[in-house]
C-alpha cells in the first residue's frame, strides 16, 4: 500500500524554525517529484516547495524563498522541508505530496496523485 507520513510540526515562535520530514512507503517514489502544500483555514491548498528525481532541481514559491529548504534522502525514501525565519503567515496544514511518473504542473495540487495526512504548523507572534 503506498503511503505518505508526515513529521516534524508543532508550535514555534515567529523567527524560529522546524523542520518536516515525510516518509514514503515505496521506493518508486525515489523516480517522483515530491512537494509540500500548505492550507491555512479559509485558503486554497498552496505549493510551497518541490524537489525532482534529480535533487539537484528545487522550486519555491515565491514568499518562502531563502528561508525554506527542501531536500530528499534516496537512501531512506523520505523528503524534507527546513523552515528558518518563520512568521505566523507560515501557520497552515503542511502536506506531502508525489507526483509521478509524469508531472506536467508540478505547482498544481490535482498533478499530485499521493498525500500524506498533512501536519500542523502553527508560528505565534
Known amino acids: 500500500q503506498v503511503q505518505l507520513v508526515e513529521s516534524g510540526g508543532g508550535l514555534v515562535q515567529a523567527g524560529g524554525s522546524l523542520r518536516l520530514s515525510c516518509a514514503a512507503s515505496?521506493?518508486?517514489?525515489?523516480?517522483?517529484?515530491m512537494g509540500w502544500f500548505r492550507q491555512a483555514p479559509g485558503k486554497e491548498r498552496e505549493f510551497v516547495a518541490a524537489?525532482?528525481?534529480?535533487?539537484?532541481?528545487?522550486s519555491y514559491t515565491d514568499s518562502v524563498k531563502e528561508r525554506f529548504t527542501i531536500s530528499r534522502d534516496y537512501t531512506k525514501n523520505t523528503v524534507s522541508l527546513q523552515m528558518n525565519s518563520l512568521k505566523p503567515e507560515d501557520t497552515a496544514v503542511y502536506y506531502c505530496?508525489?507526483?509521478?511518473?509524469?508531472?506536467?504542473?508540478?505547482?498544481?495540487?490535482?498533478?499530485?496523485?499521493?498525500w500524506g495526512q498533512g501536519t500542523q504548523v502553527t508560528v505565534s507572534s
Open positions: 505530496a508525489a507526483c509521478g511518473p509524469v508531472c506536467r504542473a508540478p505547482t498544481r495540487p490535482y498533478e499530485y496523485g499521493y
Open positions: 524537489i525532482g528525481w534529480s535533487a539537484g532541481t528545487t
Open positions: 515505496e521506493r518508486a517514489f525515489s523516480r517522483y517529484l
